[in-house]
């Protein structure tokens, strides 16, 4: 059987997928999933005969994913080079691929937002704003021309090396050491979502809640363990979902419930004022 490539306009689709669409049917649950299967769509299409292969393949992108959407393009490029040689019958299969996924998309968002939202976009803004200073539109039109330029070429050379690399990843995940290389990427894709629950999920309890001798729960809380109640909360939506299978919109209906309960007894400050 002749080996399957995958073709410059096939690639160049699924490209402009992932740049126009990877927001696509965006929700809390599913974030970027369907912009993922979009991109996905027309190498799957190439590659794989059948209607049932190319659901197969597919199924295989419908798994959660979230990631800053720029840089995130390395992501789609690696997957891509790493379907092409698992429909060439190598020795890659679906938990391989969602497992370099998951493991790479914390990372890529930290480096992506630390880069993009957080350097270039304030950079290009300040320019701007400093060019419309004297209510001159040259300010706006700079930040859209400039940012789409970046953007569109800044994504496509990512996509391309991604797709070099899936290739020439190949045999490493194939060889003696992929398991380790898989569950290293893996743990530092953990390592990464841990800072950031620690970082954004913040639950403390009501200020007012007090124990003998006048010290705050809370300060009391914090002096065993700091951020006890974000790790537990955070562990808690982790069993849900994964050990109940609960669904993230059921789960944040759950945390809302017991908001609401703590607040009505006195555990949790709703901090509002009048």
């Not at 197969?56 to 040689?85: C, H, K, R």
């Not at 569950?183 to 124990?211: E, F, K, Q, R």
């Amino acid at each position: 059987m002749a080996e399957k490539k995958l073709s410059k306009a096939a690639l160049g689709k699924s490209f402009r997928n992932w740049y126009y669409g990877n927001l696509t049917c965006f929700s809390q649950e599913h974030m970027q999933t369907f912009g993922y299967l979009c991109s996905m769509l027309p190498l799957v299409e190439e590659l794989y005969d059948t209607p049932e292969e190319q659901k197969d393949a597919l199924m295989t992108y419908s798994a959660f994913f979230n990631t800053e959407p720029q840089l995130g393009a390395l992501v789609v490029g690696i997957t891509a080079g790493l379907e092409e040689a698992k429909a060439n019958g190598e020795a890659i299969d679906a938990d391989a691929i969602n497992g370099i996924r998951a493991g790479l998309m914390g990372p890529v968002a930290g480096l992506g937002d630390s880069l993009v939202v957080g350097t270039l976009i304030p950079i290009l803004l300040g320019i701007g704003l400093g060019l419309s200073t004297d209510g001159s539109p040259l300010g706006a039109i700079f930040y859209i021309v400039v940012w789409n330029l970046l953007m569109f070429f800044g994504m496509k050379f990512a996509y391309d090396k991604g797709y070099e690399l899936g290739g020439k990843a190949v045999e490493s995940l194939v060889g003696p050491t992929a398991q380790a290389l898989r569950d290293s990427i893996v743990m530092v894709g953990t390592v990464v979502i841990g800072a950031v629950a620690a970082t954004w999920v913040s639950i403390s309890c009501s200020p007012n809640l007090t124990l003998p001798g006048g010290t705050t729960f809370q300060s009391t809380l914090d002096g065993i363990f700091p951020g006890l109640l974000s790790m537990v909360f955070t562990v808690f939506c982790w069993w849900l979902m994964t050990k109940k299978k609960l669904s993230p919109v059921v789960t944040m209906l759950i945390l809302v419930a017991i908001a609401f309960v703590g607040v009505l007894v006195g555990f949790f400050d709703p901090a509002l004022s009048y």
